[in-house]
C-alpha cells in the first residue's frame, strides 16, 4: 500500500453548488436553485477500519475547508487537508495537501492551484486553468511543467459536479455518471464517477451523531440525502469486466451544497470525517 493517497480535494465532497443554468457540451441542470451557503467547516478525521496485508493501524488529521463567492462572481474554494497515518511499530507518514480555486459560476472556467507534502518531501505543484469553448476544454498547465491540451466538452469541474447530483437528488434520481476533471494527480487526471443517492432526509428528522451542521439554525431544516460517489481512473482497462474504483466517497449532502458525515475509502483503509466546527459566512448576492 502506498502511504501517500489519492486526496478527493474539493471535487466533491466540500464543494458547495452553483446556482444558474447548464453550460454548452455539458447536460442542462434541472431544478438547480440557489443561493448557496458560503462557509468554513472543519472536518476531524479518523480511521474506521483498515483492510488489505499493509494494515493501517491509526489516523488523524484534520480538514479545513473555506467556500465563498456567488454564481456571478463565480465560487473560490481553500481546501486544506492534513493526515497522519500510523502503519505500526512507529511508522508515521504524514500528508499535508493545500489547494485554491476558483469556478466560473456557469462552469465555463476553472483555475487551480494544488500543493502536496509526504514527510519533508515536497511534490511538485499543479498550477493551472481549464477554460470550456464550444465543444471542448483547453487546459493550460504552468507546473508541474508547461503544456497544453484538450478534453471532451461533457467533462464537468468540481462545482458543477455537486450541482448535477444535487439536480438528480431533487428530482428523485438515484444513480448519476459523470466524467470530472478538477486538475488533481499530475494536472492531467480525468475521472469517470458514479454517484448514488439515496432518499432525502428531512430537516427536523433527529440523528444519532449531531454536529455543528445539524444544529445549525441555518442548516437545521434544510433537505439532505446520502450520498456515494465512486472514482475510476478512465484510462484503465476494466479487469473482467468490472473496474475497481481509486476511491469512493460517502457523504450527507445538503440542498445548499454543504457535507458531513463523510467516509472516505481509499479500498486498503477507510477514514470518517467528522464536522467539528462551522462557520456561516457573509456573502454578496448577485445584484
Sequence with gaps: MACSFPIPLRALVLSVAAAGSGFAGAPALAGASGPFLSHQALYELSLLKSRGSNAISGVRGRIVYNFSGSACEGYTSEFRQVSELDSGEGKLTLNDLRSTSWED?????????IDTRMNDADSPPIDGV????????TVKLKQ???????????????????????AA???????????????????EKVYNTLSVIGRPIPGDRTTDS??????????KTLTRWPVTVSYYDRD?????G???PLYAMTFELYENGVSRALVLDYNDFVMAGAIGKFDVK??????
Excluded: W
Design 169 to 187: 437528488a431533487r428530482e428523485g434520481k438515484s444513480v448519476l455518471e459523470l466524467t470530472v476533471y478538477d486538475g488533481s494527480d499530475n494536472g
Design 144 to 166: 508541474p511543467e508547461p503544456k497544453t491540451f484538450n478534453l471532451e466538452g461533457s467533462i464537468v469541474f468540481p462545482t458543477e459536479q455537486i450541482r448535477h447530483i444535487i
Design 242 to 244: 468490472e473496474q475497481t
Design 130 to 137: 481549464a477554460e470550456r469553448t464550444g465543444d471542448h476544454i
Design 210 to 219: 449531531p454536529d455543528p451542521s445539524t444544529t445549525n439554525d441555518q442548516m
Design 105 to 113: 459560476g456557469a462552469g465555463k472556467s476553472y483555475r487551480f492551484k
Design 282 to 287: 457573509d456573502s454578496k448576492p448577485c445584484k
Design 236 to 240: 484503465a482497462r476494466a479487469k473482467d
